[in-house]
């Protein structure tokens, strides 16, 4: 079980699943309601509900898939570390020199002759060349060990404990993180909650480019701390500002349509015509004993399928007001009429009221989109992002290099040379060392009495 | 000289490169090669004299909308393949990486891709765009690189006549296409997924939130995780491994384009 939870395979396996199903939930739209699935994908409605696709990354089965990947990489690494410190050592499985590679042989002849016969010489040749040389002698056997590029044995293991990091800073973030929508007109104030001190908008100003396009949105905002000032700041895109490890941020901007004032132009039956300015839920008196109340304001007046009235977006596309006029607290009027189609009033109840009515112009108040934010899944991700970043440049740019060579009278040298990216281009690099070794003298002692390989 | 103009010559160069390049393969032992290196050079300078000006005449930098990243990104590809030509030598792949960049520069001279300079929203104005776009480009250039040389090791036959000297590219390719994702590897995960993530935490206060682009980052990203562990399984290396670098790009590609165009998300200024 433990050997099947740190194992490569199960670690491909889980790329694998984790790939497709992140793939689905980028073509599945996701949040929508049951009724949306059933609607557009009736065969499948019943699958995308049981396994909670509809909100596809915070599904049971894409979070276990996570949390055995989590598993996958803690386990591979604890498999992992023993073995690299052990390689680090220089406890390394010697193959012997007969069973190597043929372009094996030529070197490791050279140097065990080498190490036999001048150690001091190589391991000079080998610090020149940056390696850290390691020589044992014990009782006629010499070992050496010169490695270079260390970092480059734990740049994967880096690259995991980043990847282990971020994850759990990922699953922080999912629990705790917080996130509080601010609207605010100029001049409001709202409390935060759990926290003791509140937030007023100031000033929301926005910059235009020549062409008239939106170049920024700024927020003057005040945090109030018992009603005082404790510091003033500008809120703009892309330039938070934090408090109290609250991140403020601006996110959009747009109009309290709920706090619109409308113009009308009433006309009566003796053709004499003004002008009223109301706001919404106002109530103001026209003549005496008629009342005008301006229920409701809608931007984007449009009927839903049981044909009520609803808002279709935020935008002014086709403003709409509902009027209701009383007479001696009986209710006499009650209607929509449109700015852009003053001939097509839409009423309810109209009695005997000889007045004509048209919205002339409107205006709404403009609301700053602020959001206070608290993650604290982000330091650990970004701590987390540099371990994995520092481990990727050690497993690609460093490459860990090692030599082993052993030798003892009347046995057969042992010899190791590896690189973890570059073999040919490190036994390329072992030949030109080769080149620059001192002259020895043939038939050597060692020699005597035994074989060496490929001479 | 103006932006268009650098365009063009570059674009006019780029395909001389390839020419001479393929005329490298007629005789042995031929001055192409050189003449096709030297052409390279002087077209990447023309096309960085290009991004240079329009980044002077905007204001901003040059990889706000499709046309200008697409150019962007031809640009790194043209970096990266004089890269690799310098330490690796790619002999014979030499122009049909070039094959690539004059497709790319056709794309982006097209008309299909609007070229004026509009004025940056507000979610773009910040120094994250210069890093993020950047590194990230740059990054997939390096992986455009491992697909046309895992695509070249996938076409390249065993031909029984000559046997060895097929097997012996084909390790070339197999190895080009490695060194180009533990290039383009690290660039991809420090520029798509970190420099991502810090700019979403400032201009959205969240550095993750699924968003369709950000997913694609990430599924780009775990098939070079991919790519990069079932190397080191036995048996994985060649034909698998060059089959993992070209979906992966693939899904690069996606993400570039595919997001902008099919799904809808936060992310489409592009
Ligand atoms: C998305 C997740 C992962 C990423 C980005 C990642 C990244 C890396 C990188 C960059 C390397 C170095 C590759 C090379 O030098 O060519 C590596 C090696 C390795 N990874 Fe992962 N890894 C991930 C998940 C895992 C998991 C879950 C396991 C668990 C089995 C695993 C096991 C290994 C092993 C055994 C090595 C080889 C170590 C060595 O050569 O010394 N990786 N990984």
Redesign the pocket.
Request: aromatic share 8%.
């Given at each position: 079980m433990i050997r099947f939870l740190?194992?490569?395979r199960?670690?491909i396996i889980l790329?694998i699943l984790i790939i497709i199903l992140s793939i689905i939930g980028t073509l599945l739209p996701q949040g929508e309601t049951p009724g949306f699935y059933q609607n557009y994908f009736p065969h499948w409605s019943g699958v995308i509900s049981g396994l909670q696709f509809d909100h596809l990354y915070r599904s049971p089965l894409f979070l276990s898939l996570a949390f055995l990947?989590l598993l996958?990489?803690i386990f591979?690494s604890i498999k992992?570390l023993p073995l690299k410190f052990k390689q680090l050592k220089g406890q390394i499985e010697f193959l012997p020199a007969g069973g190597q590679p043929v372009n094996h042989k030529k070197l490791a002849a050279g140097f065990s002759d080498w190490l036999w016969l001048l150690p001091n010489s190589l391991a000079e040749e080998l610090r020149k060349r940056h390696y850290q040389v390691n020589i044992k002698e014990s009782g006629g056997r010499k070992t050496l060990v010169a490695q270079k590029g260390w970092p480059g044995l734990f740049?994967?293991e880096f690259?995991?404990a980043g990847?282990i990091i971020i994850i759990i800073g990922g699953l922080i973030s999912a629990f705790f993180s917080q996130r509080i929508p601010l609207a605010l007109t100029e001049g409001q104030t709202v409390d935060l909650p759990g926290k003791s001190f509140s937030v007023r908008l100031d000033r929301f100003t926005t910059d235009h480019y020549p062409d008239g396009s939106v170049k920024n949105w700024k927020s003057l905002i005040s945090i109030i701390d018992r009603g005082q000032v404790k510091e003033q700041k500008t809120i703009e895109v892309n330039r938070p500002f934090k408090y109290d490890g609250l991140n403020f941020f601006q996110m959009s901007y747009g109009f309290d349509w709920d706090r619109t004032k409308v113009e009308l132009e009433i006309k009566d039956r003796s053709g004499m015509v003004r002008n009223l300015g109301v706001t919404v839920g106002e109530r103001v008196q026209i003549e005496p004993e008629i009342n005008l109340r301006l229920l409701n304001f809608i931007p984007d007046f449009g009927l839903d399928e049981k044909g009520q009235p609803v808002g279709r977006s935020a935008e002014a596309n086709n403003p709409a007001a509902l009027i209701q006029i009383s007479r001696n607290g009986m209710p006499v009027y009650l209607g929509w009429i449109f700015y852009d189609h003053p001939d097509q009033a839409r009423a309810y109840r109209q009695s005997d009221l000889n007045l004509e009515m048209s919205l002339k112009k409107f205006e709404a108040p403009l609301f700053s989109g602020l959001e206070a934010a608290s993650d604290p899944g982000m330091n650990p991700v970004w701590l987390g992002s540099a371990v994995l970043f520092l481990g990727?440049l050690a497993?690609?740019y460093f490459n860990f290099c090692q030599l082993a060579v052993r030798v003892e009278p009347s046995e057969r040298p042992l010899f190791l040379a590896s690189s973890?990216h570059h073999q040919t281009g490190f036994y390329q690099e072992l030949e030109r060392l080769l080149e620059s070794r001192p002259a020895i003298a043939k038939n050597s002692a060692r020699k005597k009495g035994r074989e060496t390989p490929d001479e | 000289m103006n932006e268009s103009a650098l365009q063009l010559a570059s674009f006019i160069i780029y395909f001389l490169v390839m020419l001479s390049g393929f005329a490298s393969f007629f005789g042995s032992k031929n001055k192409w090669p050189v003449i096709s290196y030297y052409l390279a050079i002087s077209g990447f300078i023309i096309q960085s004299a290009s991004l240079l000006v329009r980044t002077l005449v905007s204001g901003h930098a040059p990889f706000t909308n499709m046309y200008e990243s697409i150019n962007f990104l031809t640009w790194s590809c043209v970096l990266v393949i004089i890269i690799f030509e310098r330490k690796f030598k790619l002999d014979k792949a030499w122009p049909y990486f070039w094959l690539i960049i004059v497709a790319l520069m056709a794309l982006v001279s097209s008309p299909v891709l609007p070229k004026n300079i509009t004025p940056l929203v507000p979610a773009l104005q910040s120094y994250w765009l210069w890093l993020h776009v950047s590194v990230t480009l740059l990054g997939e250039a390096f992986l455009a690189v491992a697909f046309v040389a895992s695509i070249l090791y996938l076409t390249t036959g065993h031909g029984s006549s000559r046997k060895t000297e097929n097997e012996k590219k084909k390790n070339k390719y197999d190895f080009i296409a490695y060194r180009a994702v533990a290039a383009g590897f690290p660039l991809f995960t420090l520029g798509a997924l970190v420099f991502g993530m810090i700019w979403a935490s400032r201009a959205w206060g969240r550095y993750w939130g699924w968003d369709p682009k950000e997913v694609w980052s990430l599924i780009t990203w775990?098939f070079y995780?991919l790519y990069?562990?079932t190397?080191?399984v036995s048996g994985w290396k060649g034909k698998k491994s060059a089959l993992i670098a070209i979906i992966g790009f693939l899904a690069a590609l996606f993400t570039f384009f595919g997001v902008n165009y099919l799904i809808s998300g936060l992310h489409t200024y592009v």
């Open positions: 740190s194992s490569l199960l670690a790329l990947f996958n990489i591979c992992q740049g994967p690259v995991h990847l990727l497993s690609f973890r | 775990l995780a990069l562990h190397r080191l």
